[in-house]
């Protein structure tokens, strides 16, 4: 075959492969991605080396005798950027983002309130828990019961006379002394102060912008990466057959049951089973009720799988060929791996961290 038989033959074979006109997004290992996301004209391996250099250099800022917030905030733009160029849904982008606010709130708050770090300037220093647990009968607790049990009696209900009982035993108790009798004291834990300082402080938001900007550019590599293009990267890097093969058949088998359980809910839908409001119990058997059919038409799929294989004649001992999904290496690929090795050094080599430095400069 003359050359440029071969280079037409190839441009055919690329038209081909192209993903159907008007089709935006493809199917990830989580939810999809559009087609001609940013993210994705980076080679698989690099943007995998890219996450983890990013997330150990993440990781050095958090040191707790010396956090280094500037690095942190330096790092976090990177790690955004990422996300935002990783060409997922909108509406699926919210979600995710919704789900880390809650998880680096909280973590802010263990280690503000719970991680006493000293410092220079004290905003607060309040023991909260005396190291002992005491067993003693109040009058506000006669007085919560006695709410309760009057108001079921008056209108029958519980959870409104909870409330109430709750809200009027706090008031009378801040503004009369109400006896109390102490029965016991028992030695449990130790104490607890709440002590939080400008370090704390300092060392708490260190934390959550790391730990966001590891979380957002790990999602995006998730998010970005195909199955296929791991096999691909796994052939670049000489791995045996046997094992491309195992793991091309799971994440194929995974992306057939995700394609046969929207089937069967939208199935489900279609006979009208949430046509009337159901409680947490019955939509939990519901999900379980969809276990039967899954099991059943995976064991059709892998049959259908196994004599596929077979109708093609295909062994584990044949010649290799060409995986088109195979990624080419470009120039951005290897400034991006300089880039990798730029961020290998911010977190293993001996700097003192961006803080210090600034703080020296200036």
Known sequence: MSKQEYFSSMAEEAAYLQPPPGRRYVRSFLFSRR??????????????????????????????????????????????????????????????????????????????????????????????????LTLSLAFWQVLWIGIVVGYYRWKRGIVNGILLASVAAIAISYLLPLPTWTIARVPFFHPLTLYISEQGLLLALTKVISYSGMMFSTIALVVTSRDIELMGAMRQLRIPRPIIFFLSTVFRALNLALTDYETIYQAQIA????????????????????????????????????????????????????????????????????????????????????????????
């Open 271 to 362: 006979r009208a089973v949430n046509a009337q409001p159901r409680s947490f119990l019955r939509r939990l058997r519901d999900l379980a009720s969809i276990a039967v059919p899954m099991v059943a038409m995976m064991i059709r799929r892998s049959s259908e799988i196994g004599d596929a294989l077979l109708a093609r004649g295909y062994t584990l001992g044949q010649k290799d060929s060409d995986f088109y999904e195979t990624s080419p290496w470009r120039p951005l690929d290897w400034s991006l791996l300089v880039a990798c090795l730029v961020l290998l050094y911010l977190a293993v080599g001996p700097y003192p961290g961006l803080t210090a430095l600034f703080q020296r400069w200036g």
């Open 35 to 132: 087609v001609n996301a940013p993210l994705v004209q980076v080679h698989l391996l690099v943007r995998i080396l890219l996450v983890i250099c990013l997330s150990a250099a993440q990781l050095r800022t958090m040191n707790t005798a010396h956090p280094d917030i500037v690095g942190a905030i330096v790092l976090w733009v990177p790690s955004i950027s990422i996300f935002l160029l990783s060409g997922m849904h909108g509406k699926v982008a919210r979600i995710y983002i919704l789900l880390i606010l809650p998880t680096v709130f909280s973590l802010f708050l263990s280690w503000t309130l719970l991680n006493p770090v000293p410092g220079s300037i004290v905003f607060v220093q309040r023991q909260v828990y005396p190291g002992f």
